[in-house]
């Protein structure tokens, strides 16, 4: 739920980033996504140009107005989770403690498990349900909405053998997921912003871990043409915010009235921070 101090802290922090007073906005163009402003971008370039920079990029506070700044308790209800739900998972920890290497983020020691970032612990959640909705994904086409840190592609490309993993997102973003990522030693990219997708391409699934419905409804509509419809499977977490981000992404009515034509689409509300639907489909079984 968003605060009403919460509102306020984003809005102004917003009218900083973009170098403007509301009066001026009608001046700029339109932003793609609730991360398209200026600080992000530049958060983005500093971590990428500058090393020092680099190696604290994930306590940026602009940066953490939006990525790594789940809190220890987050980390602990995702430890939770695992354990009830995914107890096979547990023994993969070890592989993807890796993840909090770059960046320096809050870490938290999670006693038996050891010290992990709240960040980590998530996106082993997540690829722990994407496993339990599509089962193996070995010598798969993976899209991912959204690179934020690159974390959430350097994990599931740790857990699973996919055949190629491709990128969506501005370019500010991409370019620090690149950076993350080549120094981890990750192969096997394409970085590509939404205009950049082939009109042609098949995808055997498509995943976003909130960002699809963090972008513009002009951005969501070329994501859905050339992404989200060709894809066999797909897997999308996504959360509402207030209006004061300049952003009008599509209703969940909306895009539920889009994907529900797909073959064994689900969709269900979500209870948690910023987590309030999630939507997915499979049109062939060989993802089970």
């Not at 098949?202 to 909130?210: H, N, T």
């Not at 992404?227 to 952003?247: D, E, I």
């Amino acid at each position: 739920m968003w605060g009403t101090l919460e509102v306020m802290l984003y809005l102004l922090l917003f009218l900083i980033a973009a170098g403007c007073h509301p009066s001026a906005s009608h001046k700029k163009a339109p932003p793609r996504a609730i991360y398209d402003q200026l600080a992000f971008a530049q958060a983005c370039a500093r971590a990428c140009q500058d090393e020092a920079a680099f190696a604290e990029f994930k306590r940026d506070p602009y940066f953490n107005l939006l990525w790594e700044n789940h809190s220890f308790e987050d980390g602990l209800t995702a430890l939770y989770h695992i354990e009830e739900k995914y107890p096979h998972f547990l023994p993969l920890l070890e592989r993807v403690r890796s993840c909090d290497a770059l960046g320096h983020p809050r870490t938290f020691d999670y006693a038996r498990f050891g010290v992990f970032s709240p960040t980590t612990l998530k996106n082993v959640e997540f690829a722990a349900h994407l496993q339990d909705q599509f089962g193996d994904l070995a010598g798969k086409t993976v899209a991912q909405i959204g690179a934020g840190a690159g974390s959430l592609c350097q994990l599931i490309k740790e857990l699973f053998p996919v055949k190629e993993y491709i990128l969506v997102d501005l370019p500010e973003q991409l370019a620090l997921a690149r950076k993350v990522l080549e120094a981890q030693g990750v192969t096997g990219m394409t970085y590509l912003t939404p205009e950049e997708l082939s009109k042609t391409t098949q995808y055997d699934c498509v995943i976003s871990d909130y960002s699809f419905s963090e972008f513009s409804k002009p951005v969501q509509k070329v994501l859905i043409d050339r992404l989200l419809m060709p894809s066999k499977a797909g897997y999308l977490r996504c959360h509402t915010f207030p209006k004061h981000f300049g952003v009008e992404p599509l209703l969940a009515s909306e895009l539920m009235r889009i994907l529900q034509h797909k073959e064994q689409f689900e969709s269900s509300e979500l209870h948690g921070d910023r987590a309030d639907y999630f939507l997915s489909w499979r049109m062939y079984t060989g993802l089970r």
